[in-house]
């Protein structure tokens, strides 16, 4: 194993300037930094990570704790997405990531502020999970750097994808189409799910366009099976609407499948959005309109905010940050005269 002490000798420097070369202290000029740092590579250097941990207190492993409603874990689309560019951000920045089991049913299982603790982790990104747990509550009002995706807490960095602009941008698209009998298939009850509600109503409103009530109706997120039970009751109604909006791309094929048993096609019978712009919308037919999140973006600033509160505490910034996405205009809004 290759030592500090190796490629002291072979740069001809002492052990304790490699030592501050390799951790980028401010006393060692740029010029020694990088030929101690190549020479280290070329030797194939690893740092002792128990030794560093002892000299900096901290382990850079950081804890995720995700989890949908419908179990999904990895295999949602959005937050797959999300988590694998906060994998990628903080990896680049010397940080491994640790899943925190929310398996209730584990033998010995322990909460999720103790796992934390257990583990060292030097931050936590909580997403997607149940925020009024109370072990989730616990975690988050710790003394452990956390950072959260799409829900507020006080006096927490929150990373937020913006509904608003999303469901702005959906709705003036499908008025500026002709509709004015829209419906909305909403998620479960939620701050994101509130968010677009809001500004539902509200730009239906400016439009003048009143929304009847049966034209509101909720299926969890990602659940087709929700989404074509509720698209079937809209399909029944005497006077249908004539777009469909739904709260995730994945459960609008579940509203596809129901408009197909009906003998209705899309876009010509009746429209349908979607939200979240997964890749898989973009290649099945009709192709889905919908607002694409900017996943990439979301993670990368998820990891940024939570390695500097991490590093930088006494000058990093709690707060709110909106990162906006795109409307994708497809194949299944159909321009009424």
Known sequence: MVSLKDIASQCGVSVATVSKALNDHSDIGADTKERVREKAKELGYVPNAAAKSMKTNRTHNLGVLFMD?????????FFAGL???????????????????NDRSTPGRTSYLNHARYRRFDGVVIANVHFDDPEVVELVKSDIPVVTVDHIYNDTITILSDNVDGMTKLVDYAVSMGHKKIAYIHGADSSVTKARMITFYKKMEEYGIAVPSEYIAESPYRDTHGAYEQTLKLLELEDRPTCIFYPDDYASYGGLRAIA?????????ISIVGFDGIRVARHIRPRLTTYRQNVDELGAKAARNLIDLIEKPKTTLVQQILVKGKLLEGDTLKKLN
């Open 69 to 77: 409603d419908a179990m999904s874990g990895l295999q949602h689309d």
């Open 83 to 101: 988590l694998e560019s906060f994998k990628r951000s903080v990896e680049r920045e010397g940080y491994d990531i640790t899943f925190i089991s």
């Open 261 to 269: 048993e009906k003998g209705l096609k899309v876009p010509d019978d």
